[in-house]
């Protein structure tokens, strides 16, 4: 027996009063409201396997972090999240992050402020290959969470930056 609130799925826990119970599933409450959770068995072991591979990661976080991720994917259907240098971001399937997209959009908005929207998404498309309904899937996601991408662009356009300073001092 283990102490109270404590455990794997399928031991006993001893609750304060002395009572057994048998733990089938792991409760994950929130800070803010008590919503209560419960994992089937299998998911739960997905869960920890998925936090003991993420150092620095609770049980709660991670759960939270893949059920937003999984809300957003289903809000924007076309949207992934990845892994990268900056953390994990919002991605289109089998494409570039939405960042990108975004930032090619606010570019081509920039140098003709008066293309009507089907013929900037049509030139966007041109010089990216991507197809139009990829490219608004990035944009409705970026109207969802325009923080979110405006700070991703922030950073690579920080970095852009840093590159061409470095690239003008050594080149003379």
């Known amino acids: 027996m283990s ?7 399928g031991t006993e826990l001893t609750d304060p009063l002395g009572r057994v119970r048998r733990s089938d599933y792991y409760v994950v409450m929130s800070k ?3 919503t209560p959770v419960r994992f089937d068995t299998d998911v739960a ?6 936090v003991a591979a993420n150092p620095g990661m609770s049980l709660s976080s991670a759960a939270n972090r893949l059920v937003d991720e999984a809300l957003r994917a289903s809000e924007h259907p076309g949207t992934v999240f990845r892994p990268g240098p900056t953390g994990r971001r919002a991605g289109l399937i089998a494409g570039p992050d939405v960042w990108e997209v ?16 089907d013929d900037l998404l049509t030139l966007i498309a041109e010089n990216t ?3 139009v309904r990829l490219i608004r899937v990035a944009v409705r996601y970026w109207a969802s969470y325009p923080d979110e991408i ?9 970095a ?3 590159w061409r300073r470095e690239r003008e001092l050594l080149a003379g």
């Open 3 to 9: 102490p109270a609130g404590t455990g794997q799925p």
């Open 32 to 34: 803010r409201t008590a």
């Open 45 to 50: 072991e997905r869960l920890a396997s998925f």
């Open 102 to 117: 975004v930032r090619a959009v606010k570019s081509a908005r920039a140098a003709e402020p008066g293309l009507p929207e």
């Open 129 to 131: 290959g991507m197809p």
């Open 150 to 158: 405006n700070a991703e662009i922030a950073a690579a356009e920080a």
């Open 160 to 162: 852009d930056d840093a």
